[in-house]
């Protein structure tokens, strides 16, 4: 059966139950098995139609944000026609030129996602103020959004599309307009657009809402909890442990394979008598920079424990070898004041770990900024006097931290639903506030956080998830001053 895909809104909007029986013109031509090239209708069916098939630029304003009240000039640059979101605070939105910026434009803001809602791909012309969007999809989230990536130049753009009731990776040439969907998905890209990792971005609610896809209408809401004897809904969808886990697709051969299943991490993980009866979950998985290795945060959901996530990281290679449990379940079980161990992400160099943590082993209870080798060892905090919060990154020399936090982490600077864009100068300890932003969508509804909301809430999250450009010069970063979500940018050249 031949499968369809999504086109743009404009064409959606003309015929809303033709897009649900026909993917709103775009047809998908099979090239190679579990491969197809992915053609706009009104384009004449060759599928190379450039701008033909985008809807027109859009010129607008950049507004400047708070200024000359800010460390830094900071500007929003999306415009008022909707809700924007930039992909995540580990994944660059700009361009390797770092003249154009990914985003998803969001359908609404102010509910729970179902599957089949559309949003859409977007990208902005820094120099000459436009906006195109490029592309419509099925597969987005609002911690995510369309988890839009670029390759290794300013052509491609890649993100996921549910095709054939399966979420795959996807790519967009911004050049020709040809479209070509994949056999697996994509969570992460490798830097040189070779390969795309990931679990099945379906199941991926099961711990946490917000970075897959929307649940189809009907599903359960707790559909993940399991029964006294493991077994139940979840084990259906999630399939037999060994037939699923963490998918690697070589998208220059369009081949997919299991590169981890769940089983090799119940036979591997420390204290496995612990995880009996449980299911393991493939969460964030990234690439580091020579995508040489892989990083990933794996959760185990037990009989009778709704609410815990038993979170272990591990590392691998890049063809499934050396796996390595680095940071296990027992580190991730003691709560500071502050919480407990959260958001390891990659250091530029590809050899290391940045992370929250609470360095309890070393008599340390608070959250600290801090960096560990991929496989654990020269564990070291990185800022002794600062504490920790939110979404940390370092630049490729290690000289700054950059950091947001969440409404509650008031022992960081938030206040009054606003949160801080923080900037550590780590060799004097020294912190600037690039700026304050608002976020707290949850307070707002009446509610005392996003988690307290039945059924789940991502959407009254927003993390700003701060990124920095190639160059570590500027930073983007969501927010809602207006009560309506957009992204921003900030000139760091001043203070970097």
């Not at 995540?88 to 030129?97: G, I």
């Not at 189809?216 to 886990?245: F, S, T, Y």
């Not at 919060?389 to 950059?402: I, K, N, Y």
Request: charged fraction near 25%.
């Amino acid at each position: 059966m031949t499968p369809l895909i999504n086109s743009t809104l404009k064409t959606m909007r003309q015929n809303r139950r033709q897009f649900l029986k026909t993917s709103a013109g775009f047809t998908a031509v099979a090239l190679l098995p579990n491969l197809w090239s992915c053609t706009f209708l009104d384009s004449g069916g060759s599928g190379k139609s450039g701008d033909g098939w985008f809807p027109k630029k859009k010129a607008y304003d950049f507004v400047p944000y708070q200024p000359e009240q800010t460390a830094a000039p900071v500007m929003k640059v999306t415009p008022d026609d909707g809700y924007y979101l930039h992909t995540f605070y580990d994944v660059c939105p700009f361009s390797p030129s770092q003249r154009y910026l990914a985003v998803t434009k969001l359908p609404y803001q102010d509910r729970k996602p179902v599957l089949g809602d559309i949003a859409e791909v977007c990208v902005i012309d820094l120099k000459d103020r436009t906006i195109q969007t490029v592309y419509a999809t099925r597969a987005w989230s609002f911690q995510l959004g369309a988890n839009v990536q670029w390759g290794a130049s300013d052509r491609y753009v890649y993100t996921n599309d549910v095709i054939d009731g399966q979420a795959v990776c996807v790519r967009i040439d911004l050049s020709s307009g040809e479209v070509k969907a994949y056999a697996g998905p994509k969570y992460d890209l490798a830097s040189d657009g070779s390969a795309a990792i990931g679990p099945r971005l379906d199941i991926m609610n099961a711990t946490q809402f917000g970075y897959g896809i929307p649940d189809p209408a009907g599903r359960k809401q707790h559909w993940a909890v399991l029964d006294r004897d493991g077994k139940g809904i979840a084990h259906e969808i999630c399939g037999p442990p060994d037939k699923n886990g963490l998918w690697f697709t070589d998208l220059e051969t369009n081949t997919r394979k299991l590169l981890v299943s769940r089983s090799r991490i119940r036979e591997t993980i420390q204290d496995p008598n612990y995880y009996d009866k449980g299911i393991f979950h493939f969460f964030h998985t990234k690439f580091n920079k020579d995508h040489s290795r892989i990083w990933m945060h794996i959760r185990c959901l037990l009989p009778g424990r709704k609410t815990n996530r038993n979170p272990s990281m591990w590392t691998c290679k890049s063809d499934g070898t050396e796996l390595i449990e680095f940071y296990p379940r027992e580190k991730f079980a003691f709560k500071g004041p502050m919480g407990r161990a959260n958001h390891f992400n990659w250091h530029p160099d590809g050899e290391h770990i940045v992370a929250n943590t609470v360095p309890y082993w070393q008599g340390d209870k608070m959250m600290r900024f801090s960096m560990m080798r991929y496989d654990g060892s020269e564990y070291r905090v990185l800022a002794p006097n600062i504490l920790g919060s939110g979404h940390p990154t370092v630049d490729a020399e290690t000289r700054f931290v950059l950091a947001d936090t969440y409404p509650y982490q008031t022992f960081a600077g938030a206040r009054d639903g606003k949160v801080p864009i923080r900037l550590i100068e780590l060799e004097t300890q020294k912190e600037t506030v690039i700026c304050m932003i608002w976020n707290d969508f949850a307070t707002r509804a009446g509610y005392k956080s996003y988690n307290s909301v039945k059924g789940g809430g991502s959407q009254l999250k927003l993390d700003p998830h701060p990124a920095w450009s190639r160059d570590y010069k500027k930073i983007c970063f969501n927010g809602a001053p207006e009560f309506k979500r957009q992204v921003f940018i900030a000139d760091l050249s001043g203070l970097v």
